[in-house]
């Protein structure tokens, strides 16, 4: 399923595959939460902005329109026409994001739901057959992401509840796969570190769910809080820690800085919200640093959003018309430039994987991270 074409450092270069495609890593999974990138991007839009992996999310398809829906239309490929991989979460992050409104025991989590209050049981096993029923290649398991920073008794607490939460999330997953009428029985699970920011707890954690020999490995419960140096510190303890062979998933991460900075920390899968959320309110990332189209100083720009970017937008649109529909608050601006970032995110990754094959990634890393994160 994993193996690393070559290394620099502690940067891997590396080829995944799974029964929707091949996925050269590092890669960047563009998030389409509800089964869709807000901003009006289609499945065929990702394909031609080089997206590898989908992500959605399984508390949001559950409300709606319900993963026994998506079920019976055929699996999430093919409700959303997307024929490449695809990654679901697990629904463990709304333990976090919807604080207000959960309830946890060692059974499993009770919410309110956001939409109409109604209550909702998951556990590691409904969350496993809600991602069974949306056929997803990557079924992400059920865990409890902590804020940072939280009490060391409790995370530890946690940590253990959630190494018994994911113990059950296998054996829940095998017992689907090899069930009659599965949507996909090649899903695979990613076991889920987490320790908040104590280097003890999440080096314990890594090395207990290590031993459940999963498909792969994810770093959670990091940007949620905590310095950006700290969740770098984060990373480092537990690397060493994590499974040499076995693809590694830091979820959530984040900036360009931030995923230069992981891949150096031997991260090989990212997602993140922020380039699709950024661009809705017109913050857009380029070769030079990040703009705001919104500033009065692009109302007669005539130069596309980056001279060096070749995306569909790059190639035809100026950066005076995108502020203009900004402006008029036309939706065609948020769909434009949310396609920019994207684009400019799974390029950004493109050029990584080149310079890991190039031996060159560490001169890649000097050149951009500081430059990257400026704003221009």
Partial sequence: MFSILKTEGTARRGVFTCPHGTVQTPVFMNVGT???????????????????VELS???????????????????????????????TDSGGFQVFSLADLRKIKEE?????????????FMGPEQSMQIQSNLGSDIAMAFDECIENPAPYAYV????????????????????????????????????????????????????????????GYAIGGLAVGESTQTMYEIIE??????????????????????????????????????????????????????????????????????????????RRY??????????????????LSVMHNLYFYNQLMSKIRSALDNGTFAEFRAQYTEKLGQKI
Avoid at 171 to 199: D, H
Avoid at 255 to 264: D, K, Q
Avoid at 329 to 334: N, P, T, V
């Fill in 57 to 87: 999310n399984t508390y949001h398809l559950h409300l709606r329109p319900g993963d026994t829906v998506i079920r019976d239309l055929g699996g999430l490929h093919r409700f959303m026409t997307w024929d490449g991989p695809i990654l």
């Fill in 34 to 52: 509800q089964a869709a990138i807000k901003g009006a991007l289609s499945a065929e839009d990702l394909q031609a902005i080089g997206c590898q």
């Fill in 156 to 215: 530890k607490a946690s940590c253990e509840r959630t190494l018994r939460w994911l113990v059950r999330c296998k054996a829940e997953l095998k017992r689907l796969n090899e069930a009659p009428g599965a949507v996909n029985p090649g899903q695979v699970l990613f076991g889920i570190n987490q320790g908040g920011t104590y280097p003890d707890l999440r080096i314990w954690h890594m090395e207990q769910i290590a031993q459940l020999d999963l498909p």
């Fill in 108 to 120: 499993g989590v009770t919410f309110a739901s956001h939409i109409d209050g109604h209550r909702i």
């Fill in 318 to 335: 100026s950066r005076a018309y995108l502020r203009h529909l900004f402006k008029a608050e036309e939706m065609l601006a948020m769909r």
């Fill in 237 to 314: 303890a537990v690397e060493p820690y994590m499974p040499k062979e076995k693809p590694r998933y830091l979820m959530g991460v984040g900036t360009p800085s931030n995923i230069l900075e992981g891949v150096a920390r031997g991260v090989d899968f990212f997602d993140c919200v922020m380039p699709a959320r950024n661009a809705r309110h017109g913050k857009l990332f380029t070769w030079g640093g990040t703009l705001n189209l919104k500033n009065a100083r692009y109302e007669r720009d005539e130069s596309p959003i980056d001279e060096q970017c070749d995306c569909p937008v790059c």
